[in-house]
């Protein structure tokens, strides 16, 4: 099965930014909505954002609004979630997910995910 991989992620400190980006290892993403998630230790996956196949369509997590930025060059084969003022509650790894349902799928429905990628927010 094909996948994903996220890079950027890093340690920073709060209201610190951080820019994360997914690619695909062997396909176009172009008719793919994109989806980030993360996971902190002891928690269940939660998704941040998404965005369809085009951009037409983005949402967010409630806990992320005003902050983070999902966007995506479909001719650079990328997307890219752009997270400023950042709280230690941030921390966690982020994955992005390739989605053929709009971004209504469930969690097990994706179908090709990256392995990850580490935000540690702290002072």
């Known amino acids: 099965q094909l996948q994903l991989m996220e890079s950027g992620g890093g340690y920073v400190q709060p209201g610190g930014s951080l820019r994360l980006s997914c690619a695909p290892s062997?396909?176009?993403?172009?008719?793919?909505?994109i989806g980030w998630f993360r996971q902190a230790p002891g928690k269940e996956r939660e998704k941040v954002s998404c965005?369809?196949?085009?951009?037409?369509?983005?949402r967010y997590a409630d806990s992320v609004k005003g902050r983070f930025t999902i966007s995506r060059d479909n001719a650079k084969n990328t997307v890219y979630l752009q997270m400023n003022s950042l709280k230690p509650e941030d921390t966690a790894i982020y994955y992005c997910?390739?989605?053929?349902?709009?971004?209504?799928?469930?969690?097990?429905?994706?179908?090709?995910w990256g392995q990850g990628t580490q935000v540690t927010v702290s002072s």
């Open positions: 062997g396909f176009s993403l172009d008719t793919y909505s």
């Open positions: 965005i369809s196949s085009r951009g037409g369509y983005i």
């Open positions: 997910a390739a989605d053929t349902r709009n971004c209504k799928g469930a969690l097990h429905e994706y179908d090709y």
